[in-house]
């Protein structure tokens, strides 16, 4: 089940409360549905920090502003669903992580619109397993891990209208800090077998892409995305108990990627 949950219709004062299994509101691209994207997959940030998609089983809270343009506030507290936790699968009662966002936006004339945001995400991963392919082997990540997001959309239409042809710009940046300790060969089959030392890492990530509507059914759109290694420390490493070829993930690889999409929707409930 992707969301199962239930949500208040008249608090009043712009306040709106929502329980249950949910997608998370960070981020702008985070809260729509496959079926909703652009593009036939989700970029390379989603798929590396939240594999796809952060799901939340917990509450939101979300205000909306009285204010001339659009502003709006959130909090989640919730048992998050997805990588990077460890929340899904531990017997522990409670709320484990947590998340906050801010959305504004507004108009600029008849023909234009936008929206930006800023959102955080933390949770506390215990014993968060990966397999080293190269080696074999499994090793776990047990610590705090916090995640920025900035996000940016910007529409176009002929005098507002975009029945016929419009155009949206949108991207997201990712920067996501983590610090615990990183235990070394989980199965016990190499001499350091289970050897624990400090990690610290930070690791970054984008896509920006753009799509134009020429024909009332017809669209085509570009999409670029990336991801940095960015800088980690492994105590393991420093003090001399492992090398650099016991752990691969110390090979910084960047991805990159671009994407082109042309679709044709001969009606809103097909495409």
Do not use: C
């Not at 002929?158 to 983590?178: A, C, D, H, I």
């Amino acid at each position: 089940v992707e969301e199962a949950s239930i949500q208040t219709l008249g608090l009043g004062e712009g306040v709106n409360l929502k329980a249950g299994r949910f997608l998370s509101g960070v981020g702008y691209l985070n809260a729509q549905h496959p079926h909703e994207w652009d593009f036939s997959d989700a970029p390379l940030p989603y798929q590396a920090f939240f594999g796809n998609a952060l799901g939340m089983d917990g509450i939101q809270v979300r205000w909306l502003a009285p204010t001339p343009f659009f502003l709006e506030l959130g909090a989640e507290t919730a048992r998050a669903r997805s990588f990077p936790t460890t929340d899904a699968g531990r017997d522990k009662n409670g709320l484990m992580s947590g998340a906050g966002f801010v959305h504004g936006g507004g108009d600029i004339g008849v023909a234009q619109s936008w929206r930006a945001g800023v959102s955080y995400f933390f949770s506390r991963p215990r014993e968060r397993a990966y397999d080293d392919p190269l080696n074999g082997l499994s090793n776990a990540f047990s610590g705090h891990s916090r995640t920025w997001i900035a996000d940016f959309l910007w529409k176009w239409a002929p005098n507002g209208n975009g029945q016929v042809t419009n155009l949206k710009l949108q991207g997201e940046y990712f920067r996501r800090s983590e610090r615990g300790d990183l235990t070394y060969d989980l199965a016990g089959t190499t001499p350091s077998a289970g050897a624990t030392g400090g990690y610290r890492s930070v690791q970054s990530g984008y896509y920006a892409q753009a799509v134009y509507q020429f024909l009332p059914a017809w669209r085509v759109g570009y999409r670029y995305d990336r991801l940095s290694p960015g800088s980690g420390a492994i105590d393991l490493v420093n003090n001399g108990t492992l090398t650099a070829a016991d752990l691969p993930l110390l090979n910084r690889y960047a991805p990159r990627r671009q994407t082109l999409m042309v679709d044709w929707n001969p009606s809103e409930f097909s495409r």
